[in-house]
């Protein structure tokens, strides 16, 4: 258990539906983001935060993709009306800013969504 | 495009041998970290090596970094079942982390 959470950590929906992922980051990082991972690739950058500010956004986040986080401490990402291809493994991170000693990331476990 | 590029894609190894994954990049870096991933899990965090350091150990792993060709390594000494898993190298060329595709390693009892 790295700290960091995500819920739910299984979703399955029909194409169409709109779904809301959450992460909890640990507690005293400042940095948050978010990746998508399918199988056999390496997590795909989408969007960070630092603090509550969204700093940098995929070209791979479409419209239908936003993400937010209101306090500066968990976030949330939905999708609205899902297709397929959204189907993937959702992985939330968090770290310490750039420029600290260390600036390794916290996965969390993921949210695997499907979609029908 | 990625950033990083792992090589090989997969490894499959006797318990007790040693892996060696390499890892190649593209644009100037501050350091250069590597990642396990458990089927089905999160990654974990195994190692960051920064810039101006050439090699670093951390138990049963080297990571090495050799800025002049763009390229990093990392060997995990007399290999356990538990270590197979999926291994991404990862650089932040803008604090934007980027994954290449992974060494898939099986390590066989």
């Known amino acids: 258990d790295t700290g960091v959470s995500q819920d739910p950590r299984h979703k399955i929906t029909k194409r169409g539906q709109n779904v809301t992922f959450r992460c909890d980051p640990i507690s005293e990082h400042n940095r948050l983001y978010w990746y998508r991972q399918t199988l056999g690739q390496g997590p795909e950058f989408l969007t960070y935060f630092q603090n509550e500010a969204q700093l940098e956004k995929s070209r791979l986040l479409s419209d239908r993709f936003s993400a937010e986080r209101p306090k500066g401490s968990f976030s949330t990402l939905e999708i609205q009306r899902t297709e397929q291809g959204d189907s993937a493994m959702y992985l939330c991170?968090?770290?310490?800013?750039?420029?600290?000693?260390?600036?390794?990331?916290?996965f969390g476990p993921g949210t695997r969504l499907t979609v029908t | 495009s990625q950033q990083g590029e792992e090589d090989p894609q997969a490894l499959s190894i006797q318990e007790g041998e040693n892996a060696t994954m390499n890892c190649s990049y593209k644009?100037?870096?501050?350091?250069l970290q590597w990642y396990r991933q458990n089927s089905g899990r999160g990654l974990v965090h195994l190692i960051l090596i920064r810039s101006n350091e050439r090699e670093k150990h951390s138990g049963r792993l080297r990571v090495t970094l050799d800025t002049s060709k763009k390229s990093s390594s990392l060997l995990i000494t007399a290999s356990r079942a538990a270590d197979t898993a999926s291994y991404f190298c990862a650089t932040a060329p803008n604090d934007k982390v980027i994954f290449g595709p992974g060494t898939s390693l099986s390590v066989i009892p």
């Open positions: 644009t100037s870096i501050n350091n």
């Open positions: 991170a968090s770290s310490l800013a750039a420029g600290t000693p260390t600036y390794e990331q916290y």
